[in-house]
């Protein structure tokens, strides 16, 4: 496998609070890495940083490229905190106003990608009606629309019920056999261990490789 991901001492600090601490990380194509912790430990904000939402000190990598200079920003899945849906059109033309931004288009893709969460796409219901549990299920269809090389999931377990969970681990089965590399963050152990290649614990603001533990 080819190193994908590199991130090297990482350090965010907000209002003298170090927030995240010298975060080093190698990540290969196509693994997937989980990341435990409590609320506060910085597994979002390392989420956050990579995604290149936030400023940071020190360096993150795509393919050896820095992580702000990359012309495509499309290769990167995200689902980080809230997403901004609109509330007046189904889940299914959520997802076809995203895809408007996207280059290339693929036809029966939205469809595919809302079976895989376990969405109808012929679905009449509108966002503003949806369950906490489908409004996760379309959060994480439009981070994997398109299978992009690099996925970044904060909780993607919260609110789903037994079958959305199952639905989840298959998904992450296809995703990796299609070559994305996946960072995904946790407060349910078992999910992390069952799915990931390598897991790492946030402790207060530091990454904490279990193997090495």
């Given at each position: ?28 194509s196509?693994?997937?890495?989980g ?60 997802l ?6 996207l280059?290339?288009?693929e036809?029966?893709?939205i ?12 679905g009449k ?28 999931l ?60």
């Amino acid at each position: 496998m080819d190193k994908y991901l590199e991130i090297k001492n990482v350090s965010k600090t907000i209002k003298h609070q170090r927030i995240l601490s010298d975060i080093c990380m190698q990540v290969e194509s196509g693994e997937i890495i989980g990341i435990k912790g409590i609320n506060g430990s910085g597994k979002t904000m390392l989420l956050r940083a990579v995604a290149g939402f936030i400023r940071y000190d020190g360096e993150i990598l795509l393919y050896g490229k820095q992580r702000e200079a990359l012309e495509n920003t499309n290769e990167i899945g995200v689902l980080i905190e809230h997403q901004n849906f609109l509330n007046q059109f189904t889940g299914k033309e959520n997802l076809e106003l995203l895809e408007l931004l996207l280059p290339c288009k693929e036809e029966g893709e939205i469809d595919r990608v809302l079976y895989s969460v376990g969405l109808d796409p012929n679905g009449k219901r509108k966002y503003g009606k949806y369950s906490l549990g489908m409004k996760q299920r379309i959060a994480i269809a439009q981070a994997v629309m398109y299978r992009p090389k690099l996925i970044l999931l904060d909780e993607p377990t919260n609110g789903l019920d037994e079958h959305g969970m199952e639905l989840l681990e298959q998904l992450f089965k296809e995703l990796k056999e299609s070559g994305s590399t996946i960072l995904v963050t946790s407060h349910d152990i078992d999910f992390l261990k069952r799915v990931s290649d390598r897991c790492f614990m946030m402790k207060r603001g530091e990454l904490i490789d279990e193997a090495q533990d």
